[in-house]
């Protein structure tokens, strides 16, 4: 398998952005972008994690890998004219009609031999962003086939009008 086929699978993302207005927290997300990249099981598969005296065992972790991280924009033009500063907050990842947040990131770009990529570690999320679901990837393919072939379609030849007897 090449590389580049390695990270075929389209990855909808979401950053999520707090900030204070009249003394209540409030929270704003940007835009869904697309990235391209690859989701594989976390070999590890089993985590456990206790809080408040209490057991979790979270069973759907993913590991996902990228060539570039998203570049996701900053909803500045969303903050109110008496909020105070935006602080970044979680990163949502839409797989297989599930939210997905971000645990936990690898830069390997500055590895030796290897390929170049991003790692990142993302777990189940209980709580939705409050955006609407993205495509699915089958339909973002399909998107992407039919614009490619209307593309191709609509290529004009030209000929050249001789003005010349």
């Known amino acids: 398998m090449s590389i580049a086929a390695f990270f075929r ?3 909808p993302c979401v950053q999520a952005y707090s900030y204070q207005l009249s003394g209540r927290p409030v929270t ?5 972008v697309y990235t391209s990249g690859n989701v594989q099981p976390m070999k590890q598969g089993y985590t456990l994690n206790m809080n408040d005296n209490s057991l979790f065992y979270f069973t759907n ?3 996902i890998y990228t060539k570039i991280p998203p570049v996701l924009p900053y909803p500045a033009d969303t903050l109110p004219p008496r909020a105070t500063l935006l602080t970044p907050g979680k990163f949502y990842i839409w797989y297989k009609k599930k939210w ?3 645990t936990g990131d690898q830069d390997w770009t500055e590895a030796g031999r290897a390929p170049k990529h991003y790692k990142w570690y993302a777990v189940s999320s209980t ?3 409050a955006v609407p679901d993205p495509l699915e990837e ?3 393919i399909a ?3 039919i614009t490619t072939r209307l593309h191709m379609v ?3 030849q030209v000929t050249p009008i001789n003005n010349y007897p």
């Open 9 to 11: 699978t389209s990855l």
């Open 28 to 32: 704003v997300y940007t835009e869904v």
């Open 61 to 63: 972790y993913q590991t």
């Open 100 to 102: 997905y947040v971000k």
């Open 127 to 129: 709580d939705v962003p």
């Open 138 to 140: 089958s339909s973002v």
């Open 143 to 145: 998107f992407e086939a």
């Open 154 to 156: 609509n290529i004009y």
